[in-house]
């Protein structure tokens, strides 16, 4: 009996309850301290994801950006060409009390026709590109989709 009540003291004392008290804090500290390095290396992950991918939009946006300035060209370019034609002169003989520079033409949708059908249609992808056209007229010229017309032009720089 006295064995007994030592037993159920010890098991039942202040002593007792405090130390399982320590060893459960102790445990939830431990939980906590792991659930929170798992979250904080997800969230890393998730930043490294966010900041390529604003990268990717960035060179995206760039690109957009120069093949904007391209068209804004050749608009301007088959504009003036057409407008020269109308009034029946040659752009270069339009200004003839100023001074003329000469800049080779980007290029016109005539000039591609002239391009030979023959080569494979990366080949002319790249030349129509050489030669300053856009995208959507490359697209329509060789019959590719725009996303096959970048994907070549990037590969190919």
């Known amino acids: 009996m ?8 010890r098991t039942f004392s202040q002593n007792a309850y405090r130390d399982k008290l320590r060893e459960e804090v102790n445990r939830l500290i431990i939980d906590i301290e792991r659930e929170s390095d798992h979250a904080v290396t997800v969230m890393e992950d998730k930043i490294r994801q966010i900041e390529k991918l604003i990268s990717d939009t960035d060179r995206h946006i760039a690109l957009v950006e120069q093949e904007h300035e391209k068209w804004n060209s050749q608009k301007q370019f088959i504009q003036e060409y057409q407008s020269a034609q109308r009034e029946g002169q040659n752009p270069a003989e339009q200004k003839k009390d100023s001074i003329v520079v000469y800049t080779k033409p980007r290029g016109t949708p ?3 026709v002239k391009t030979p059908s023959i080569l494979d249609p990366r080949k002319q992808v790249v030349e129509l590109a ?10 329509q010229r060789v019959d590719l989709p725009l996303g ?3 994907l070549i032009l990037s590969i190919d720089k």
Do not use: H, L
Not at 130 to 139: L, T, Y
């Open 130 to 139: 050489r030669q300053g056209f856009s995208i959507d007229f490359i697209a």
């Open 110 to 112: 005539e000039a591609a």
């Open 148 to 150: 096959e017309i970048a």
């Open 2 to 9: 006295i064995i007994f009540y030592r037993k159920v003291a």
